[in-house]
T-cell receptor, first 115, second 114 residues
Framework: DSGVTQTPKHLITATGQRVTLRCSPR?????VYWYQQSLDQGLQFLIQ???????AKGNILERFSAQQFPDLHSELNLSSLELGDSALYFC??????????????FGQGTRLTVV | GDSVTQMEGPVTLSEEAFLTINCTYT??????LFWYVQYPGEGLQLLLK?????DKGSNKGFEATYRKETTSFHLEKGSVQVSDSAVYFC?????????????FGQGTTLQVKP
């Protein structure tokens, strides 16, 4: 158990809909990262938050957004969903946002299926 | 841009065979290098890491050496077990000025048969 909790584990929704994925980081970790894992793109970094502030952005679509709340949990919002958004979405947390490298701990992921 | 390239899978081995999974990287600076493992139905777990050239990371019988001259970080294990069957990801990130985001290779599936 990594200590990172993601909900829900599975999500099936229709094209055009909007969903919210939730992540609770390990206790004390200030950084939250979101990654998308798909068969054609592999594991891609989407976005990072550190202590409530956006820290880094990767290949995240404009239809996607995220935020980190004062209690440090994070949500990834995906809207106007397309079939190609079907993927496994991982959240990871680490103790720091910059500085010396620290280990990132991954949740078990949310499998999103868009039909 | 920065990237990681892993050998194509799947890799199928018999139990107790020697394992090598190749990983090379392209980076403008001096990254830290990682191997993560993903067991079926689970998230990624850090297997080992190396933060500077010539460092050797090791864990659970797996080893990888950070080779700056060949920009490589190949994963090795002397004797694999069925329980090692998983997907292995090589990844990099930067140190002092980086946010900690990881750049992953495409993953290599390892299947170990009894």
């Amino acid at each position: 158990d990594s200590g990172v909790t993601q909900t829900p584990k599975h999500l099936i929704t229709a094209t055009g809909q909007r969903v919210t994925l939730r992540c609770s980081p390990r206790s004390g970790d200030l950084s939250v990262y979101w990654y998308q894992q798909s068969l054609d793109q592999g594991l891609q970094f989407l976005i990072q938050y550190y202590n409530g502030e956006e820290r880094a952005k990767g290949n995240i679509l404009e239809r996607f957004s995220a935020q980190q709340f004062p209690d440090l949990h994070s949500e990834l919002n995906l809207s106007s969903l397309e079939l190609g958004d079907s993927a496994l979405y991982f959240c990871a947390s680490s103790a720091r946002g910059t500085g010396s490298v620290t280990e990132a701990f991954f949740g078990q992921g949310t499998r999103l299926t868009v039909v | 841009g920065d990237s990681v390239t892993q050998m194509e899978g799947p890799v199928t081995l018999s139990e107790e065979a020697f394992l090598t999974i190749n990983c090379t990287y392209t980076a403008t600076g001096y990254p830290s290098l990682f191997w993560y493992v993903q067991y079926p139905g689970e998230g990624l777990q850090l297997l080992l890491k190396a933060t500077k050239a010539d460092d050797k990371g090791s864990n659970k019988g797996f080893e990888a050496t950070y080779r700056k001259e060949t920009t490589s970080f190949h994963l090795e294990k002397g004797s694999v077990q069925v329980s090692d069957s998983a997907v292995y990801f090589c990844a990099l990130t930067y140190g002092s000025s980086n946010t900690g985001k990881l750049i992953f290779g495409q993953g290599t599936t390892l299947q170990v048969k009894p």
